[in-house]
Each structure stands twice: as structure tokens, then as C-alpha cells.
């Protein structure tokens, strides 16, 4: 299995940044997948899931902001985020769960002016 993260970089407050990951190794289709971030200092948390029937789940401080989606035909799962805060600036990560955790490298979002 193998996750590699994109899409990261520098933007405004109140700016858009797309995210993807590109999955490799196991059948993508049959499996949720899941977006964390970890900020400097803090803890890795939980932002985004969606399962292999499109069911979506958020975080509270995202919903209504960030949008996770999957392409099944690519292979890929992706965190369209809007509205960005000074408070969303972290290491975002991708992973799934095969018969144990994986995890992607992650990809650095920052929000600043």
C-alpha cells in the first residue's frame, strides 16, 4: 500500500486549496479514506472520511468548509478545501485502513497573509 499526498502549499486567509492523494497497492474501491492533519505542537486529528459507498463525514471545525471525494476510476481521494483559516495551517495526511493503518507523507498547508 502506498499513499502519496499533493496539492499543499501557501494561501490567503479565505482561500481554496485542493488536496489529492494518489493510492496504490490494494483494491481503492473497496475502502475508506480518510484525511488528518497535525499542526505544529498539537496532536494528529481526524478531518474528513469518506467510505466506499460515498458516505462523507467531517470534523466540526470543517464541515461546511472542506469537501472529500474519490475517483475509483483514478484511484485518488481528495480534500477540496475552502474558506481557509490561519487555524487550518498543519501537515495534512491521507490514510486507509488494509488490515492495519497506512499513511501517506503528507503535504504542508499554510494559511497566512
Known amino acids: 500500500v502506498q499513499l502519496v499526498e499533493s496539492g499543499g502549499g501557501l494561501v490567503q486567509p479565505g482561500g481554496s486549496l485542493r488536496l489529492s492523494c494518489a493510492a496504490s497497492?490494494?483494491?481503492?474501491?473497496?475502502?475508506?479514506m480518510n484525511w488528518y492533519r497535525q499542526a505544529p505542537g498539537k496532536q494528529r486529528e481526524w478531518v474528513a472520511t469518506i467510505t466506499s459507498d460515498d458516505s462523507t463525514n467531517y470534523a466540526t471545525s470543517v464541515k461546511g468548509r472542506f469537501a472529500i471525494s474519490r475517483n475509483n476510476a483514478k484511484d485518488t481521494v481528495s480534500l477540496q478545501m475552502n474558506a481557509l483559516k490561519p487555524e487550518d495551517t498543519a501537515v495534512y495526511y491521507c490514510?486507509?485502513?488494509?488490515?492495519?493503518?497506512?499513511w501517506g507523507q503528507g503535504t504542508q498547508v499554510t494559511v497566512s497573509s
Open positions: 497497492g490494494f483494491t481503492f474501491s473497496r475502502y475508506a
Open positions: 490514510n486507509t485502513w488494509v488490515f492495519r493503518i497506512y
